[in-house]
């Protein structure tokens, strides 16, 4: 079977810090282009970051830049987003996504999706 899984979400303060990870099963995250999305209530889907298939890119949305990192471990098939400093404005429903095709930037379709975590960023 064919899937992504997608954990790690919680309630947590504003600056503190907070890891999810995605888990590959049925395919090889490897030959993917992968990507992390959030979407908050009443808002629409947005774009996190993504790295490219041989990790020779990696973008991070304006928003979250300086305080995510995304990453992968291939050994492990599974994808990383350690994020610090988290922000009221970052909670929402975050989803890991993986697509085969690579142009230059994020792609704008996945043929993946995790199921998504919820995270809550609150005082």
């Known amino acids: 079977q064919v899937q992504l899984l997608d954990s790690g979400g919680g309630l947590v303060q504003p600056g503190g810090s907070l890891t999810l990870s995605c888990a590959a099963s049925?395919?090889?995250?490897?030959?993917?282009?992968i990507g992390w999305f959030r979407q908050a209530p009443g808002k629409e889907r947005e774009g996190v970051s993504c790295?490219?298939?041989?990790?020779?890119?990696?973008l991070y949305h304006k928003d979250v830049r300086g305080r995510f990192t995304m990453s992968r471990d291939n050994a492990k098939n599974t994808m990383t987003l350690r994020m610090n400093n988290l922000k009221p404005e970052d909670t929402a429903i975050y989803y890991c996504?993986?697509?085969?095709?690579?142009?230059?930037?994020?792609?704008?379709?996945?043929?993946?999706w995790g199921q998504g975590t919820q995270v809550t960023v609150s005082s």
């Open positions: 996504a993986a697509e085969r095709v690579w142009g230059s930037t994020c792609p704008h379709e996945y043929q993946y």
């Open positions: 049925g395919f090889t995250l490897k030959n993917y282009a």
């Open positions: 790295i490219s298939p041989d990790d020779s890119t990696t």
